[in-house]
Every structure is written in structure tokens, then in C-alpha cells.
């Protein structure tokens, strides 16, 4: 949706409204695509400490053999 922003001054709660509901709206100055109002991307879950405990052992912070370890440096 294309807007002037004279129009989206005195429209901006509805926008703003339309724009979190996921609709892209475009602010235009003088007819001119000028900015863009997209709604945020949803919040990464909160990182709980543990949540993998018993899941990664200690083989994971072994060092990597050679071959491995060459292959990631580029070698």
C-alpha cells in the first residue's frame, strides 16, 4: 500500500495497526517511494540455560582430528 506522508500523519494508528496486522505500507514524499512500515519479526524464544544438558556430551569439546580440523581451515 502506497501512502503520502500527509496522508499517513493523520492515518497513522490505523497504519501503524495495518502494518503490525503484517501489511507492507510504503511512505511516499512527493509520489515517491520514501520509507517502509513492515511489522517486526517475532522475538526469538528466551535462551534457557540447561535446556541441552545430558544431550551434548564430552566428546563434543574433544579436538577434531587433523583431517577435520585441516579441511575447516581450508587446507
Do not use: C
Not at 500527509?6 to 503490525?20: N, R, V
Request: net charge neutral; no cysteine; charged share 25%.
Amino acid at each position: 500500500m502506497l501512502v503520502n506522508v500527509h496522508d499517513a500523519k493523520t492515518q497513522f494508528s490505523k497504519l501503524l495497526e495495518q502494518a503490525h496486522a503484517g501489511q507492507e505500507i510504503i511512505l511516499a514524499k512527493a509520489g515517491k517511494p520514501y520509507a517502509r512500515m513492515v511489522p517486526l519479526a517475532a522475538a526469538a524464544p528466551n535462551r534457557q540455560p540447561g535446556r541441552v544438558k545430558g544431550i551434548i556430551d564430552d566428546a563434543f569439546f574433544e579436538p577434531l582430528p587433523d583431517a577435520d580440523l585441516n579441511t575447516w581451515e581450508g587446507r
